[in-house]
Antibody, heavy 122, light 106 residues
């Protein structure tokens, strides 16, 4: 069974940093692109970032470009999201999600993790 | 940037057919994916590549995509179908979600 478990969320002050992790199991991690998708309280889904299976290609939403960095450690079956210069508008539940192919930008997201809540507030 | 437009809400009588639309410029040329999200839970894929139903998704769920509109169709709507639905595409190396539609089953 494919499982994705996020961790690392919490309360952080504006301008601060946080690193999210997503531990994957049940599939050959390096063969699939992965993404982060977030959802602000009471709002819709917003794609944040994607990374190819090899880690060689990364993609970002304009809203986080230059502040967030996606990475992966295929030896540890773990996806990361380093978030710097956090703003109040980054407050959201952050989900990791598996793509259906190694390429980063063509597939659906299935499955999703349970999410981890990030609150940016002073 | 590419935009997807969904109605904020759709209502359907119990047992009838619900249709949730997703509008976008020439969306028919893209692969559209649909997700169901129940309160407090992660989204679940219900339709991939316009009309493909993943394992475990009831046959009542179907999809189509042509021109400027993609449609998620839920036949014989049940009380358990009452929740939020999102469409998604890729454009210029970025994933785009529609704003979401709340389905109400009357």
């Amino acid at each position: 069974e494919v499982q994705l478990v996020e961790s690392g969320g919490g309360l952080v002050q504006p301008g601060g940093s946080l690193r999210l992790s997503c531990a994957a199991s049940g599939f050959t991690f390096s063969s699939y692109a992965m993404s982060w998708v977030r959802q602000a309280p009471g709002k819709g889904l917003e794609w944040v970032s994607a990374i190819s299976g090899s880690g060689g290609s990364t993609y970002y939403a304009d809203s986080v470009k230059g502040r967030f960095t996606i990475s992966r450690d295929n030896s540890k079956n773990t996806l990361y999201l380093q978030m710097n210069s956090l703003r109040a508008e980054d407050t959201a539940v952050y989900y990791c999600a598996k793509g259906e192919a190694a390429a980063g930008t063509s597939s659906w997201f299935d499955p999703w993790g349970q999410g981890t809540l990030v609150i940016v507030s002073s | 940037s590419y935009e997807l437009t969904q109605p904020l809400s759709v209502s359907v009588a119990l047992g009838q057919t619900a249709r949730i639309t997703c509008g976008g410029n020439n969306i028919g040329s893209k692969n559209v994916h649909w997700y169901q999200q129940k309160p407090g839970q992660a989204p679940v894929l219900v339709i991939s590549r316009d009309s493909n139903r993943p394992s475990g998704i009831p046959e009542r769920f179907s999809g189509s995509n042509s021109g400027n509109t993609a449609t998620l169709t839920i036949s014989r709507a049940q009380a358990g179908d009452e929740t939020d639905y999102y469409c998604q595409v890729w454009d210029s190396s970025a994933a785009v979600f529609g704003g979401g539609t709340k389905l109400t089953v009357l």
